[in-house]
């Protein structure tokens, strides 16, 4: 059992990693790497450098690109009450191709607009360990801020991927996806369209049990700004 304010280390690429074990009541994790058989008591807290061995093996084998780290997640029950989430958020945006090389996602981009380009917005969940296998929709927003525009306009993307506007209520959300089961990273295309607009818009990702607990992205989000 390990209790306490439970540090690894982190030297370039190897971070320690800790399985079967026990994690005490109220314990906090950083710097560490969770394989497998670990058990967790109540009010377990994780740093965002702590990562899941599940999540890294399920994305070599199903190939999953690894996209810029969305970090600062929030979750709530359906009460709106906060709680702790062990979910990771991963996401960016990318405008075409290069040739034969392909652009890397980057969370913060500045694009010009062009009606005839592509723009690519993908995001991956990395599903908290204790949600993986349950029923749950996933849920895309976008806030987009047009030019001298003071507050944005939100949007939520539905099943099609149209962009549909929001009233704010979390209860009034459409599910981009329904998933039955969580898998424990589910890749999110989110959008393979032209952008024709200009302004800000930011790309809020996350997913919602059927219990109404939602996680979803909200200090790091994708951020884009198409100029003319």
């Known amino acids: 059992t390990l209790s306490g304010q439970i540090t690894g280390t982190r030297f370039k690429e190897t971070t320690t990693k800790i399985e079967s074990v026990t994690i005490s009541a109220n314990s906090h994790l950083s710097n560490l790497v969770i394989g497998k058989n670990v058990k967790f008591e109540e009010g377990v807290t994780l740093d965002d450098s702590v990562t899941f061995e599940v999540h890294t093996a399920y994305m070599e084998t199903h190939s999953i690109d690894t996209l810029p780290k969305l970090k600062g997640l929030s979750a709530l029950d359906k009460q709106g009450k906060p709680l702790s989430t062990w979910a990771r958020l991963e996401g960016g945006a990318r405008m075409g191709t290069e040739g034969s090389g392909k652009k890397r996602y980057s969370k ?66 459409a599910p981009f996806q329904s998933r039955t089961a969580l898998a424990p990273v589910v890749s999110v295309p989110i959008w393979n369209n032209p952008l024709d607009i200009v302004g800000d818009v930011q790309v809020y990702l996350g997913y919602r049990l059927n219990d109404g607990t939602i996680v979803y992205s909200l200090e790091e989000v994708i951020e884009i700004t198409l100029t003319e």
């Open 108 to 173: 913060k981009l500045t694009l010009k607009r062009n009606p005839q380009k592509d723009v690519q917005i993908h995001g991956n969940v990395l599903t908290d360990v204790r949600h993986i296998g349950k029923r749950a929709d996933i849920l895309v927003v976008a806030a987009r801020t047009a030019p001298g525009a003071t507050s944005p306009s939100f949007y939520m993307l539905d099943k099609p991927g149209t962009p549909k506007p929001w009233d704010g209520a979390i209860s009034s959300l």
